[in-house]
């Protein structure tokens, strides 16, 4: 089993900076993707970035460019660091890993975060 905590969320204005963070414990040296993944009010959630344990990273076209993900091995905290934001950046951001790469590429992790809210003001 592994476990998985987010922190960092807030209040941003559009064009502000925010950096998540996910600290993972457990049987972490199962994993081979970690990701994250956003819902937004009223919307299906959706997947943001995943890194692969090879270090291929796949983001996803809305925050290519703006977003960055990143990984303390030692310390097995996941980041995540957004610049740029906008409203539509706004959303619950979970952190989600796997033992196979394919349930994170398919969006269907095995390990959730409980959430971080992120609200960026207009």
């Known amino acids: 089993q592994v476990q998985l905590e987010e922190s960092g969320g807030g209040s941003v204005d559009t064009g502000g900076s925010l950096t998540l963070s996910c600290t993972a414990s457990?049987?972490?040296?199962?994993?081979?993707?970690m990701a994250w993944f956003r819902q937004a009010a009223g919307k299906e959630r959706e997947k943001v970035v995943v890194?692969?344990?090879?270090?291929?990273?796949d983001y996803e076209a809305p925050v290519k460019g703006r977003f960055t993900i990143a990984q303390d091995n030692a310390k097995n905290i996941l980041y995540l660091h957004m610049n740029d934001l906008k409203p539509e950046d706004t959303a619950i951001y979970y952190c989600?890993?796997?033992?196979?790469?394919?349930?994170?590429?398919?969006?269907?992790?095995?390990?959730w975060g409980q959430g971080t809210q992120v609200t960026v003001a207009s």
């Open positions: 989600a890993a796997a033992p196979r790469t394919y349930d994170c590429y398919s969006g269907n992790p095995a390990y």
């Open positions: 457990g049987s972490t040296e199962s994993l081979r993707c």
């Open positions: 890194k692969y344990s090879d270090g291929d990273t």
